[in-house]
Every structure is written in C-alpha cells, then in structure tokens.
C-alpha cells in the first residue's frame, strides 16, 4: 500500500480474499470489509475521504470511506490492449488525477472527478511495470518495473503529446523493482528490489519544484 496518511488511525489492506479490510490499529480490531474486487488485491491507496485499491481482476475501486461503498470502477480492457493486473496506483497531491501501472507494463493516468482514463503510455518495456508515484510537485510519476528499471516521466508531456512518451531511465536494479517511493520533502527517492537491495537514490538533476 502507499499513499496512506499516518495521522488516520485505521489501516486499509487486502490479499487474496479479494476483500480490502479496514483496521483499526490502535485498537487492533478490524471494522469492515469492502466487497467487489473478484481476484486478488495488489495495492491500496488514500486520497481525500476515500480509498482507491487496484486488482488483479484488472479494475481500480473507488471507495468512499464515509459510507463504506464503492462509487467507481475504472480500468478492464484499455482500447486495443486489452486488460491486465493492476499492480500499483498513485494520486496526486491534488486528488483529481490517478495513474495506475499494469502488469503488461502499461501505465494508465485517469481524471478521477469524471472517472476518465485520459492518457496511457509505456515508461519501461513491455514488461511488469510493478510501483508508481506521483513527486510532490506533481508534475512526474517516478516507476520501477520487472526489467530493474526506474523510470522518471513527465506527466505534462504525456497529455500534450500523446504519440511519445517522455521517460527518462534514472536508475537501475540488477533484478525486479518492487518498490519505488519518493521522500517527502527532499528530492530524492528509495527503492527496494528482488536484488534484495534498498538503495535511496538523488533525483536533484531529474525534477524540479
């Protein structure tokens, strides 16, 4: 999970009951159980008063935590590629925009007011793209994906231009990247990879605020 704001006492999750559980950590006692997803669940997210959990059943939930119910479905198939495993999900500071990344190395940037997908694009190869990040700013999304790669994409180029996808490898593990996530004040980011390495990595000369 990622995305989930340490001043809120209860803790979303989820795995292989298909099924985010909500709990309460400070009490240790679960208080609900969301139910929709039909395959397992990879990743959880918190933006505003909701919750967003990507699946393997290829679709993006949108949770309203106030009523516990589900009030949009985004993802399935995207065009002419068909559908895949959500793998990570990330929003951006201002909560209107979601990018998603896939398990056939698809990225997908979604306007959440209006449950629109806008832009999808590719910032590794045709491979897992398995962790995505909105920077602070938020104009680049930092990604990691199964061919050990740690990708920086700018996210205005992406909607001017959708015919090329503006990424710039910064980064590389000798296996899987699992994880990638920014720092929150700092321009810099730390990674965790299948290299059983976690390395904190400078982004000075990548971004700007």
Same mark, same amino acid.
């Given at each position: 999970?990622?995305?989930?704001?340490?001043?809120?006492?209860?803790?979303?999750?989820?795995?292989?009951?298909?099924?985010?559980?909500?709990?309460?950590?400070?009490?240790?006692?679960?208080?609900?159980?969301?139910?929709?997803?039909?395959?397992?669940?990879?990743?959880?997210?918190?933006?505003?008063?909701?919750?967003?959990?990507?699946?393997?059943?290829?679709?993006?939930?949108?949770?309203?935590?106030?009523?516990?119910?589900?009030?949009?479905?985004?993802?399935?198939?995207?065009?002419?590629?068909?559908?895949?495993?959500?793998?990570s999900i990330t929003v951006n500071n201002f909560g209107n925009?979601?990018?998603?990344?896939?398990? *056939? +190395?698809?990225?997908? %940037?979604?306007? =959440?007011?209006?449950?629109?997908?806008?832009?999808?694009? #590719? &910032?590794?190869?045709?491979?897992?793209?398995?962790?995505v990040q909105f920077y602070r700013n938020p104009r680049y999304v930092l990604s990691?994906?199964? *061919? +050990?790669?740690?990708? %920086?994409?700018? =996210?205005?180029?992406?909607?001017?231009?959708?015919?090329? #996808? &503006?990424?710039?490898?910064?980064?590389?593990?000798?296996?899987?990247?699992?994880?990638?996530?920014?720092?929150?004040?700092?321009?810099?980011?730390?990674?965790?990879?299948?290299?059983?390495?976690?390395?904190?990595?400078?982004?000075?000369?990548?971004?700007?605020?």
């Amino acid at each position: 999970s990622s995305g989930i704001n340490a001043e809120w006492p209860l803790r979303p999750g989820g795995g292989g009951d298909n099924l985010l559980h909500v709990t309460d950590v400070e009490k240790g006692v679960e208080l609900s159980q969301f139910k929709g997803h039909t395959d397992a669940l990879h990743c959880v997210t918190s933006y505003r008063t909701f919750l967003a959990t990507g699946s393997a059943d290829s679709t993006i939930r949108l949770w309203d935590r106030r009523s516990n119910t589900c009030v949009k479905v985004l993802g399935a198939a995207i065009g002419t590629q068909g559908a895949a495993g959500v793998t990570s999900i990330t929003v951006n500071n201002f909560g209107n925009l979601m990018c998603a990344s896939r398990e *056939d +190395g698809l990225c997908m %940037l979604y306007d =959440i007011d209006y449950g629109s997908l806008l832009q999808a694009f #590719t &910032p590794h190869s045709s491979v897992t793209c398995r962790s995505v990040q909105f920077y602070r700013n938020p104009r680049y999304v930092l990604s990691g994906s199964d *061919d +050990g790669t740690l990708a %920086l994409t700018s =996210i205005e180029q992406v909607l001017s231009d959708p015919d090329v #996808t &503006p990424t710039e490898i910064i980064g590389t593990h000798r296996d899987k990247v699992i994880k990638a996530a920014w720092h929150p004040i700092k321009q810099a980011f730390a990674t965790a990879s299948a290299d059983r390495t976690v390395c904190l990595w400078s982004a000075k000369d990548g971004v700007d605020d």
